[in-house]
T-cell receptor
Framework: DVKVTQSSRYLVKRTGEKVFLECVQDMDHENMFWYRQDPGLGLRLIYFSYDVKMKEKGDIPEGYSVSREKKERFSLILESASTNQTSMYLC?????????????FGQGTRLTVV | AQKITQTQPGMFVQEKEAVTLDCTYDTSDPSYGLFWYKQPSSGEMIFLIYQGSYDQQNATEGRYSLNFQKARKSANLVISASQLGDSAMYFCAMREGRGYSTLTFGKGTMLLVSP
């Protein structure tokens, strides 16, 4: 079974802190994604990566950055956390496009910024 | 314009009844895929079913089926014989053929199954 693991289920941080959300997948997938989920808004794409050291902005990249130094690991960074970044963060991975493939998700990280 | 529209914020159904969750999509790409995910209160996203734009038949997976009407750009999820464990948030998503194929999600429908 594909496994996508996020480092924390729950996280509480203070305004202005630098926050790292880590995601690791064990299926050698090229593509990895970070989504943010808010009530009434569904899942919105923050950043994605299609290869090591490659990254692309999604729909809402402001206030976030990412790092992909190894294929299996994709990190989301909040440079200076703000209260409006309180949300559920979901990491996903999938093989390259072409054939039918669903994305596999981690268990999510509920981040609260106080 | 929204690429994925789920017009039902919440749905109620009684156990053992069938329920249809609506999803309409917007794309000009002839090659695309449509996905449904379930998210229980625990938070994990569970893949349910997939329909490709060139698939001739509607997809089915156990109690889940996808009512794909290409001309109307709709991809409704049908759950037959609802169970209490089906209570969850349901998301419709689309992958378009171009680019690196990110998934675009709708806002979701909360399904509550009552005894």
């Amino acid at each position: 079974d594909v496994k996508v693991t996020q480092s924390s289920r729950y996280l509480v941080k203070r305004t202005g802190e630098k926050v790292f959300l880590e995601c690791v997948q064990d299926m050698d997938h090229e593509n990895m994604f970070w989504y943010r989920q808010d009530p009434g808004l569904g899942l919105r794409l923050i950043y994605f990566s299609y290869d090591v050291k490659m990254k692309e902005k999604g729909d809402i990249p402001e206030g976030y950055s990412v790092s992909r130094e190894k294929k299996e690991r994709f990190s989301l960074i909040l440079e200076s956390a703000s209260t409006n970044q309180t949300s559920m963060y979901l990491c996903a991975s999938r093989p390259p496009r072409g054939a039918y493939t669903e994305a596999f998700f981690g268990q999510g990280t509920r981040l609260t910024v106080v | 314009a929204q690429k994925i529209t789920q017009t039902q914020p919440g749905m109620f159904v009684q156990e053992k009844e069938a329920v249809t969750l609506d999803c309409t999509y917007d794309t000009s790409d002839p090659s695309y895929g449509l996905f449904w995910y379930k998210q229980p209160s625990s938070g994990e996203m569970i893949f349910l079913i997939y329909q490709g734009s060139y698939d001739q038949q509607n997809a089915t997976e156990g109690r889940y089926s996808l009512n794909f009407q290409k001309a109307r750009k709709s991809a409704n999820l049908v759950i037959s014989a609802s169970q209490l464990g089906d209570s969850a948030m349901y998301f419709c998503a689309m992958r378009e053929g171009r680019g690196y194929s990110t998934l675009t999600f709708g806002k979701g429908t909360m399904l509550l199954v009552s005894p």
